[in-house]
């Protein structure tokens, strides 16, 4: 079966740096995207990964390696607004997309 | 309107009514998706639609059905509720129907008892 894996939960200190793992194993590969999921409300893309290595976006950077089935989610200078959960997702040899069920992280002051 | 739009908010049903939650987008994207939502679990594809006139069955597609009259309209129908469909609702679109971004609605969080 397919399957995408994603720590339930995380928290760290604002200021401070996280990385939130992801490991797939799917069907094929066509990509692999990460969301942000602010409680109650919807999620929002934030990068998308279709080859190894990093992808930088500001304070987010995201990296994959589809060898081993593996993407990390790197937010740098934690801040109290960055409490979300992060979706992990990734596209198969059929395009369909294949959700994990969301790290939840929690900012501390 | 800019983006989708979802309406109900919120809608709480009685086991065996029918119910209907709107999706209406503005951006002229071709492809379009339903979503459910439940805690612990991903996002779970119910229904999808590629192209006006065209619909598909996602992973979670019985006790659901939907329908594509032209591109901006998607709307998702439960003929008979059950509880086990409580669930938060998201509507979908994407530019491109393989790899394109997800634009998501604000959600239809429905509770049926």
């Known amino acids: 079966g397919q399957n995408i894996d994603q720590p339930t939960e995380m928290t760290a200190t604002e200021g401070a740096i996280v990385q939130i793992n992801c490991t797939y194993q799917t069907s094929g590969f066509n990509g692999l995207f990460w969301y942000q999921q602010h409680a109650g409300e919807a999620p929002t893309f934030l990068s998308y990964n279709v080859l190894d290595g990093l992808e930088e976006k500001g304070r987010f950077s995201s990296f994959l390696s589809r060898s081993k089935g593996y993407s990390y989610l790197l937010l740098k200078e934690l801040q109290m607004k960055d409490s979300a959960s992060y979706l992990c997702?990734?596209?198969?040899?059929?395009?369909?997309?294949?959700w994990g069920a969301g790290t939840k992280l929690i900012i501390k002051p | 309107i800019a983006g989708i739009t979802q309406a109900p908010t919120s809608q709480i049903l009685a086991a065996g009514r029918r119910m209907t939650l709107r999706c209406t987008q503005d951006?002229?994207?071709?492809?379009m998706y339903w979503y459910r939502q439940d805690l612990g679990l991903g996002l779970r594809l119910i229904h999808y639609s590629n192209t006006a006139g065209t619909t598909g069955k996602g992973e979670v597609p019985d006790g659901y059905s939907v329908s594509r009259a032209n591109t901006d309209d998607f709307p998702l129908t439960l003929a008979s509720a059950v509880p086990s469909q409580t669930s938060v609702y998201f509507c979908a679109s994407s530019d491109r129907d393989d790899t394109g971004e997800l634009f998501f609605g604000e959600g239809s969080r429905l509770t049926v008892l």
């Open positions: 951006m002229r994207h071709n492809a």
């Open positions: 997702a990734v596209t198969d040899s059929n395009y369909q997309l294949i």
